[in-house]
T-cell receptor
Framework: EDKVVQSPLSLVVHEGDTVTLNCSYEVTNFRSLLWYKQEKKAPTFLFMLTSSGIEKKSGRLSSILDKKELFSILNITATQTGDSAVYLCAVSASGSRLTFGEGTQLTVNP | DVKVTQSSRYLVKRTGEKVFLECVQDMDHENMFWYRQDPGLGLRLIYFSYDVKMKEKGDIPEGYSVSREKKERFSLILESASTNQTSMYLC????????????FGPGTRLLVL
């Protein structure tokens, strides 16, 4: 059975801090790993990673995948209150299904 | 932009009622999915469909059925709603290529009394 585990489950930081969110996985026939941000509505797509060691970056957010150790990290630098959300990690294995982790609830206080 | 819409944002139903949740996507995607999201459990796949009239069970199909009569529309049916089906229901769609991202609707928060 495919499994995705995120840590920590929740995190409270102050504006300006840097945070690292973790995602580890155990799946057969790995295809890609995806990160989503969910505020009080639909998850929105952030990154998709398919190759080890290649960093994907968008503004203050970046992510990297380690296919050997079966994990990914999502970094957010200089956090802002608008970064407060649930961050979801999902893995695509066989077919078109995604297996999601529980999510990390990030709260950024002013 | 991909648009996935769901028929209701909030719904209140009574135990035993039949409940229909509708999802429509406008990007001609082959795949459509229904998830439920509960605190501490993440998103769990209920059913998905990779073509019209085709469906496959996800991880938690019990108590649910689905219908896909047209490519753009995927319906989730609760034949006899129960209180443990109170949840946030999310619909998503994606192109046929494996490993691509899914695009989510805004969700329906269902309360079963």
């Amino acid at each position: 059975e495919d499994k995705v585990v995120q840590s920590p489950l929740s995190l409270v930081v102050h504006e300006g801090d840097t945070v690292t969110l973790n995602c580890s996985y155990e799946v057969t026939n790995f295809r890609s790993l995806l990160w989503y941000k969910q505020e009080k509505k639909a998850p929105t797509f952030l990154f998709m990673l398919t190759s080890s060691g290649i960093e994907k970056k968008s503004g203050r957010l970046s992510s990297i995948l380690d296919k050997k150790e079966l994990f990914s990290i999502l970094n957010i630098t200089a956090t802002q209150t608008g970064d407060s959300a649930v961050y979801l990690c999902a893995v695509s294995a066989s077919g078109s299904r995604l297996t999601f982790g529980e999510g990390t609830q990030l709260t950024v206080n002013p | 932009d991909v648009k996935v819409t769901q028929s209701s944002r909030y719904l209140v139903k009574r135990t035993g009622e039949k409940v229909f949740l509708e999802c429509v996507q406008d990007m001609d995607h082959e795949n459509m999915f229904w998830y439920r999201q509960d605190p501490g459990l993440g998103l769990r796949l209920i059913y998905f469909s990779y073509d019209v009239k085709m469906k496959e069970k996800g991880d938690i199909p019990e108590g649910y059925s689905v219908s896909r009569e047209k490519k753009e529309r995927f319906s989730l049916i609760l034949e006899s709603a129960s209180t443990n089906q109170t949840s946030m229901y999310l619909c998503a769609s994606s192109p046929i290529n494996p490993g691509t991202t899914q695009y989510f609707g805004p969700g329906t928060r269902l309360l079963v009394l």
